[in-house]
């Protein structure tokens, strides 16, 4: 098993910046890709971003490119979500996920799964 605790989310004014971390134990050598996700009320959970193992690989959200950046600490076993230009759309709970396996925006690809912060962006 692998456990998952997110930190970092809060309530900041549209432009401003923050960072979310994910910290990962237990069985953390069975996580090749570790990932975030969003999802507000009434609304499926949606992909945000991805990372490989060894950081070399990363994958975001269209909605997002440019804005944030994931980024993997295999030494403390934690992923970063460093998210600038904050928009009032990105307010929602975010989660952060791992799998054992290849890329995926995929929410059902993923076998272990955080808590979530709570973002939010007022405008």
């Known amino acids: 098993q692998v456990q998952l605790v997110e930190s970092g989310g809060g309530l900041v004014q549209a432009g401003d910046s923050l960072r979310l971390s994910c910290a990962a134990s237990g069985r953390t050598f069975s996580v090749t890709v570790m990932g975030w996700f969003r999802q507000t009320p009434g609304k499926d959970r949606e992909f945000v971003a991805a990372?490989?193992?060894?950081?070399?690989?990363?994958y975001a959200a269209d909605s997002v490119k440019g804005r944030f950046t994931i980024s993997r600490d295999n030494a403390k076993n934690t992923v970063h979500l460093q998210m600038n230009s904050l928009k009032s759309e990105d307010t929602a709970v975010y989660y952060c996920?791992?799998?054992?396996?290849?890329?995926?925006?995929?929410?059902?690809?993923?076998?272990?799964w955080g808590q979530g912060t709570q973002v939010t962006v007022s405008s």
């Open positions: 990372i490989n193992r060894y950081g070399g690989t990363t």
């Open positions: 996920a791992a799998r054992n396996g290849g890329m995926s925006d995929r929410t059902s690809m993923y076998d272990y």
